[in-house]
Nanobody
């Protein structure tokens, strides 16, 4: 059974960095698309980045966030630099059970989700 577990969230000052991890278990990561999403208080969940045959980023994080994966560890990372207060949210990873040419940032495309990790950017 596929499971995803996020870690790495925390409190960081504006301009700081965090690296989130999404541990994927149950099947080899090679055959899946993984997406990172976030939900701020009072707002809808939104796509942040995804990785499959390609990589996509939301415009709001381009140039600041980097997604990567380590097949040996079956883990997908989200390196977040130059963090802003508006990046504050619960961050989730999710899986789409296909390895595809162009990964989507739409929530409805993804099937199994992790429990989320809180990221707070504040001075």
């Amino acid at each position: 059974q596929v499971q995803l577990v996020e870690s790495g969230g925390g409190l960081v000052e504006p301009g700081g960095s965090l690296r989130l991890s999404c541990l994927f278990s149950g099947n080899p990561l090679d055959y899946y698309t993984i997406g990172w999403f976030r939900q701020a208080p009072g707002k809808e969940r939104e796509g942040v980045s995804c990785i499959s045959r390609n990589i996509n980023y939301a415009d709001s994080v381009k140039g600041r966030f980097t997604i990567s994966k380590d097949h040996a560890k079956n883990t997908v990372f989200l390196q977040m630099n130059s963090l802003k207060p508006e990046d504050t949210a619960v961050y989730y990873c999710a899986e789409l059970p296909s390895y595809i040419k162009n990964c989507p940032l739409e929530i409805d495309e993804y099937e199994i989700w992790g429990q989320g990790t809180q990221v707070t950017v504040s001075s």
